[in-house]
T-cell receptor, first 113, second 113 residues
Framework: AQSVSQHNHHVILSEAASLELGCNYS??????LFWYVQYPGQHLQLLLK??????LVKGIKGFEAEFIKSKFSFNLRKPSVQWSDTAEYFC???????????FGKGTKLSVKP | SQTIHQWPATLVQPVGSPLSLECTVE??????LYWYRQAAGRGLQLLFY??????ISSEVPQNLSASRPQDRQFILSSKKLLLSDSGFYLC????????????FGSGTQLSVL
């Protein structure tokens, strides 16, 4: 069965620090990969997605994620975080064309000004 | 533009009472509709999804049921709530292929006492 693991429950960074949030999945076939974000008081929304092609995906607000097939990983990165990046981040995986979207438990990011 | 409405925002219900949570989508036709539950520390769990009126797929056996009486209306119900039904319930929609870009509602915080 598909599963998604996010390594960190809560990450606390200072502004301008670099960010990397880990995401690993278990699924043997073709996957579509997503990062969703929920800012305080707002709806959960899509940050970026990978379907095929270049494994380095650029998203909104300077975020990027890299799909490493051999490691079953899709880590989220940002070179320099801002206070406004404070949010909860969810990794999600869809296995195959008919698969369901399986979410990780989420990582809360707190950025100190 | 498309919008999704979910209500109520919060709900406190006694054990054994019925439940009805409603979700409606505006600005799109024939959307895929989803109900997710987010329990503390457990991420987002898919409960039901629907690809059309009257078509409901259940992912997890449980005390809840879902119905889609109209194209853009998705209802989550229970005849008798359990304590374990407490959680944060999210409705979402997408178009085209299932489980690709999802748009989420604002959620309902359900407390069963």
């Amino acid at each position: 069965a598909q599963s998604v693991s996010q390594h960190n429950h809560h990450v606390i960074l200072s502004e301008a620090a670099s960010l990397e949030l880990g995401c690993n999945y278990s699924y043997g076939g073709t996957v579509n990969l997503f990062w969703y974000v929920q800012y305080p008081g707002q709806h959960l929304q899509l940050l970026l997605k990978y379907f095929s092609g270049d494994p380095l995906v650029k998203g909104i607000k300077g975020f990027e994620a890299e799909f490493i097939k051999s490691k079953f990983s899709f880590n989220l990165r940002k070179p320099s975080v801002q206070w406004s990046d404070t949010a909860e981040y969810f990794c999600a995986v869809k296995g195959g064309s008919q698969g369901n979207l399986i979410f990780g438990k989420g990582t809360k990011l707190s950025v100190k000004p | 533009s498309q919008t999704i409405h979910q209500w109520p925002a919060t709900l406190v219900q006694p054990v054994g009472s019925p439940l009805s949570l409603e979700c409606t989508v505006e600005g799109t036709s024939n959307p895929n509709l989803y109900w997710y539950r987010q329990a503390a520390g457990r991420g987002l769990q898919l409960l039901f999804y629907s690809v059309g009126i009257g078509q409901i797929s259940s992912e997890v056996p449980q005390n809840l049921s879902a119905s889609r009486p109209q194209d853009r209306q998705f209802i989550l119900s229970s005849k008798k709530l359990l304590l374990s039904d407490s959680g944060f319930y999210l409705c979402a929609w997408s178009v085209g292929s299932l489980n690709e870009k999802l748009f989420f509602g604002s959620g309902t915080q359900l407390s069963v006492l």
